[in-house]
């Protein structure tokens, strides 16, 4: 995040510790009542993700990747305002039919230097997630969601309870268990106060 409210993001969807779960699954073309798609469909996917970031406007540099040995998918653009990363957001969410891209956004104040990231639960969430099998939920145990801000300015502050500025005091670090995100016991809201 630069200093004028532009920036770059990165998502990235990382299945490295269960590929071989994951593997076996690709082989299936269902599980559960669950259609599991193709590689074909993927990337076909992929491409189809790729075109509309690519036509969301303040949005440029869109780039992404698709590792199947080791199964993790990345997605990273650039930003020319907080409004376009809102729409980066809204635009990945609507196309993955998620709460997320809607219960999630930004604010940058440029001459006070307050990050802020709003989040509201989505109770859907939790309700997708009992619908899997207890066999299934153990899955998640080990899943986590990283968050990590980098500024071109030093960090004064900030608010979230888990949350950790680093080292160079450049950048703000956020690790959550996926279960607690999922239940509503942990939350993505956070204030970041730069120097000026």
Same mark, same amino acid.
Not at 42 to 67: C, F, H, P, W
Not at 169 to 185: E, H, M, N, P, R
């Given at each position: ?29 269902? +599980? ?149 995100? +999922? ?14």
């Amino acid at each position: 995040m630069s200093s004028n409210g532009s920036g770059h993001i990165k998502a990235t969807l990382n299945f490295s510790k269960s590929s071989t779960k994951v593997a076996s699954l690709m082989k299936l073309k269902s +599980i559960n009542g669950i259609t599991i798609p193709t590689k074909e469909k993927i990337k076909s996917e992929a491409e189809a993700m790729s075109r509309i970031l690519k036509n969301t406007e303040g949005i440029s540099q869109v780039q992404y990747s698709l590792d199947f040995n080791n199964y993790i998918a990345t997605v990273s653009c650039s930003f020319e305002t907080i409004n376009a990363l809102n729409n980066f957001s809204k635009a990945i969410g609507t196309y993955f039919k998620s709460a997320l891209g809607n219960n999630n956004s930004y604010a940058f104040n440029t001459k006070t230097g307050v990050f802020t990231r709003s989040y509201t639960y989505s109770p859907s969430l939790n309700k997708e997630y009992v619908k899997i099998s207890e066999t299934d939920k153990k899955y998640f145990d080990d899943a986590c969601y990283t968050q990590i801000i980098r500024f071109d300015k030093k960090i004064k502050s900030q608010q979230h309870i888990s949350a950790k500025i680093s080292s160079t005091s450049k950048a703000v670090l956020l690790k959550l268990k996926a279960t607690d995100l +999922i239940s509503g016991k942990a939350s993505l809201a956070n204030t970041i106060t730069l120097n000026n």
